[in-house]
């Protein structure tokens, strides 16, 4: 069994494959990926959007290397006890079922609260406290005594070939586009009561919106100076380092522009995007033993060879790291999201 | 739940959602839907909607029961069934591994084609079943089979016939002795959920005989079906049984060419239909 915390499953090519994977995947500038793909390219997937009738929302992402998703949003009303506008990430709640794992595996558990993380963190700073209606949580609440509860159920279709993290949190965000929530007939205070017309329901996050969208999770790989996206499986494995980088669309454009004029990094990121999370899923070390002495451990051994693989040492640069985090708020991010909705178009 | 199939049904002759006593929901499905596993399917009988994916005949994993080695006499069929937390009206609340219900369908599916399919062609392997409910509205026992059946075709592991299941109840509690004279309860086919809760229903899986002998040369015209399967929670008297079975080998028989026609109409792409004929 794969450590549950690690993208990288045993890949079944030698010392000479994988360094020449390597070595091609690092060519400064521009690197040759074994699928033939440019740095920033994806995969082709195929979506569809409100399949299950007995949701709120309801999708389905087919990866190109056969992995399926169906991710299901149930939301029922719930009393609110502390009476507060803010909302509470426990109003959400994601369960990940992946075949041939127990819920309770680590796996699933870490997968749905990395999920969690970004959707319940997302008006957790101080900029949005302010009763903002950007983040997931927001708009739950109905009045100060009544919110809903969101329940999203993913499930996973088919044995986890690559690590499924961003098939999961691409199609959870699809679901989540897709959502409805009954039309409030009541008003103000008062206890809940819904239109029973399911046409004139509304959508919990809005259409075509530049302002607010469900946040993503990409999995984004480094390989010596570059920069790849939609890595598949020989190209985790050959990683520098693994992050997931969540972002989301930002309704407040100043906080972006003020970074900007503080000459931040000197990047030039996108202002509708927001950065949400950056999570290491695998250090370059990953594949060095721990606790064993220099003299004795295969890795630190002897010098490098040329044309045999030999796992990383060490961290990320920082200019690597920013470097992947302007590419994500940049285009891609934009063009993921834009793509995405795309699939929601005719629902 | 009070619901009026008990009231109405003897006024009107129709069930809670308009079907007759002898007609099944719509049944729709699809073979091949999912290209990483070697088979799959697709199968929606009225409002309930199962995925199945079939991986082997493969090596066993290691560490699992028959300690890697497999079964040297056979395949080891294994079935996995995992009901959607949002399959049912309501958000089902899970505890850790997995519920009462979907355990005794994965136990029951796994019986029936562990002895169903020709398993000894496979020694020292496992042919594993994952199920996913993806919306429950009763006979999922039922749906279960035929989905599986699907797959398993899909992924071409031999087998003597379609396993087709199908349910069958009563329109009446049915707990005392049938009067021939004033018979009053009516058997149902394919029971819906609100059905399964409120009356008595049995399971059945049906499947041809395997043509032996002087037969085997025959044209199936008059394929006689065998029950290979056969499950009941409620409470009946013994004089409908038989009834019950009748209709239900019936629905089976309805199924089965439904599912014959998916399988053949899935070729479509690599043999034309004209060839076929």
């Known amino acids: 069994m794969q450590k549950a915390s690690s993208a990288s499953q045993t890949p079944h090519l030698s010392p000479a494959e994988l360094s020449y994977l390597y070595t091609s995947l690092a060519l400064p500038g521009a690197p040759i990926r074994p699928d033939g793909r440019s740095p920033t390219q994806f995969r082709p997937l195929c979506a569809e959007t409100g399949i299950l009738p007995g949701t709120n929302g309801s999708a389905r992402i087919g990866f190109a290397d056969g992995t399926q998703a169906i991710v299901g949003v149930k939301a029922e009303v719930e009393r609110t006890d502390s009476g507060e506008l803010s909302g509470s990430s426990s109003w959400v709640q994601i369960s990940v079922e992946i075949p041939g794992f127990r819920d309770d595996d680590a796996l699933p558990v870490f997968l749905s609260e990395m999920m969690r993380e970004a959707l319940g963190g997302v008006d957790s700073d101080t900029e949005t406290d302010t009763g903002s209606e950007t983040g997931l949580k927001g708009r739950l609440v109905i009045n100060r005594r009544w919110h809903w509860r969101l329940y999203i159920d993913v499930l996973l279709l088919s044995q986890p070939l690559s690590y499924p993290l961003p098939l999961l949190s691409l199609t959870t965000h699809l679901a989540l586009l897709s959502t409805k929530l009954p039309k409030l007939k009541s008003q103000g205070e008062e206890d809940p009561f819904f239109d029973d017309d399911w046409e004139v329901a509304q959508n919990l996050y809005p259409r075509h919106s530049t302002t607010v969208a469900p946040p993503i999770t990409l999995l984004v790989v480094s390989v010596g100076e570059n920069i790849i996206f939609d890595p598949n499986r020989e190209e985790i494995a050959v990683a520098d380092a693994v992050m997931a980088v969540s972002v989301t669309r930002s309704e407040k454009n100043s906080s972006a522009k003020s970074n900007a004029e503080e000459g931040n990094l000197a990047l030039k990121p996108n202002p509708k995007l927001k950065l949400l999370s950056i999570r290491t899923i695998d250090p370059p070390s990953r594949l060095t033993q721990p606790g064993v002495p220099d003299a004795e451990n295969a890795t630190t051994g002897d010098e490098e060879v040329a044309g045999v693989w030999r796992p990383r040492r060490g961290g990320v640069k920082r200019a690597v790291v920013a470097n992947m985090v302007q590419l994500v708020l940049g285009e891609v991010g934009e063009e993921v999201l834009q793509g995405l909705e795309g699939f929601s178009v005719h629902t | ?277």
């Not at chain 2, 996913?132 to 026992?141: H, I, K, N």
Request: net charge negative; glycine share 10%; proline share 5%.
């Open chain 2, 1 to 277: 739940m009070p619901l009026d199939t008990s009231t109405t049904y003897p006024l009107t002759r129709l069930r809670l959602d308009g079907r007759r006593w002898n007609e099944l929901r719509l049944l729709q499905a699809q073979i091949s839907t999912n290209p990483a596993s070697s088979g799959s399917s697709y199968l929606a009988m009225g409002n309930t909607s199962i995925m199945c994916t079939v991986h082997g005949p493969a090596e066993g994993r290691r560490g699992e029961a028959g300690g890697g080695a497999g079964n040297a006499a056979g395949a080891v069929v294994e079935v996995d069934v995992n009901i959607a937390g949002f399959a049912s009206v309501d958000r089902k609340r899970r505890g850790g591994g997995s519920d009462k219900q979907s355990s005794r369908i994965a136990t029951t599916l796994k019986a029936a084609f562990q002895s169903h399919l020709h398993t000894y062609l496979y020694p020292h392997s496992t042919i594993s079943i994952h199920v996913s409910v993806l919306s429950a509205d009763g006979s999922l026992l039922a749906a279960a089979i035929n989905a599986c059946t699907l797959a398993l075709v899909d992924a071409g592991i031999p087998m003597p016939g379609l396993l087709c299941g199908c349910t069958a109840g009563m329109s009446g509690s049915a707990s005392t002795a049938r009067d021939p004279k004033n018979d009053e309860l009516d058997p149902l086919l394919d029971l819906s959920l609100p059905e399964e809760q409120e009356l008595p229903s049995l399971t059945v899986g049906t499947t041809t005989a395997i043509p032996v002998g002087e037969d085997a040369m025959d044209d199936d015209e008059d394929e006689t079906m065998k029950v290979s399967l056969l499950n009941m929670d409620a409470k009946v008297h013994y004089t409908y049984l038989e009834t019950m079975l009748a209709v239900g080998i019936d629905g089976c028989t309805q199924i089965r060419e439904i599912l014959e026609g998916v399988i053949k109409g899935s070729n479509k792409i690599v043999v034309p239909r004209s060839d076929i004929l």
